[in-house]
Every structure is written in C-alpha cells, then in structure tokens.
C-alpha cells in the first residue's frame, strides 16, 4: 500500500508537475497578456489580431519566464536555484510599475512587455498557494499561502481566466 501512495505521489510530481503545469502557465499567462492589452486598447484589438496574437503570445512566454529564467540544463539542475530570484514579486511588481511609467516612443512594444509581465505576475500567483510557496520579501525566504498542491487546481485556473479573457474582449 506505501508503494501506492509513492507511485501516485510521483505520478502527481512528474505528470501533473511536468506535463500540466508547465501548460497551465503558459495558458494562464497568455489569458492574462490579453487582460492587460485589452484594457489598453479596448475595442482596437479586435481590429488589430496581430495585437492579440502578441499579448497571447507574450503572455504565454512570461507564463513561464520566472522557470526559465533559472537557466536550467542537465536533469533538473539550475543555474539559479528555484523559486527565488526569478521569482521574487517585488521584482515583478518594480518592472511592471515601470512597463507602466509615461507614454513610450513605441506603444506597441509598451504594451508587449506589460503582456510579457503580466505573464509572469500569473506564474507567481500559481506558485504561491502551493507549498513551496515564492519569495514575497526577501529573494531567499519563500511564503506559502497553503491553499493546495502544484497543479491540483491548474486547470480551474486556467478555466476561469481564460473565461475572463475571452468575455473582456467580447465586451470590449
Ligand atoms: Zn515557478
């Protein structure tokens, strides 16, 4: 019976940890690039798909930033060890706050990278509830809110921004 609760541990680990909550960051995070988009450019990016393309995109790739910011290579080792500054929230909210600072010479590449960002906010607010929680104050300290495991709760997430998303742009 321990061997079942071991199997199904890792089954949760490697399956849901890997092969779903990698997606869910990306999904989560191109729902978020469309909110903040669409909150800029209102009814515009309906005319404009390659707009929406971009903060899909974009979001997506900061879905997934804080991760692959680490540098990993080999079998799972890191250039910077996980969870701490590529996911700091300061750091995040500080560029975010400056992505938003006066009106760009380029608005489009203003409004990518607050996509981009926002991206990687989502990626946080994933990681926070779970126990390995992220660095909220300091790079070296994480915070847990223990709500629920990794990825138990990846796919209502992505559900429910991802009708948020779609119901912004609809009413845009
Ligand atoms: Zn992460």
Redesign the pocket.
């Known amino acids: 019976m321990p061997d079942l609760v071991r199997v199904s541990t890792l089954y949760r680990q490697t399956t849901f940890g890997v092969a779903v909550h990698g997606p869910s960051h990306r999904l989560v995070g191109a729902a978020a690039g469309t909110l903040v988009l669409n909150a800029h450019a209102g009814s515009a990016l309906l005319q404009h798909p390659l707009l929406l393309l971009g903060s899909l995109v974009l979001g997506a790739w900061g879905g997934t930033a ?2 692959w910011l680490e540098v990993p290579y080999g079998t799972g080792r890191r250039l910077i060890t996980h ?1 701490t500054v590529t ?1 700091w929230v300061p750091v995040w909210c500080g560029l975010l706050w400056c992505a938003y600072q006066g009106a760009w010479a380029h608005p489009t590449l203003q409004l990518g990278l607050q996509a981009f960002l926002f991206g990687g906010l989502s ?1 946080l607010l994933m ?1 926070w509830p779970n126990p390995r929680g992220v660095p909220v104050f300091w790079p070296t300290k994480r915070h847990s809110l223990a709500l629920w495991n990794s990825g138990q709760h990846d796919v209502k997430l992505v559900v429910l921004l991802g009708t948020l998303a779609v119901a912004r742009l609809l009413a845009a």
């Open positions: 804080p991760d969870r996911h990626h990681d």
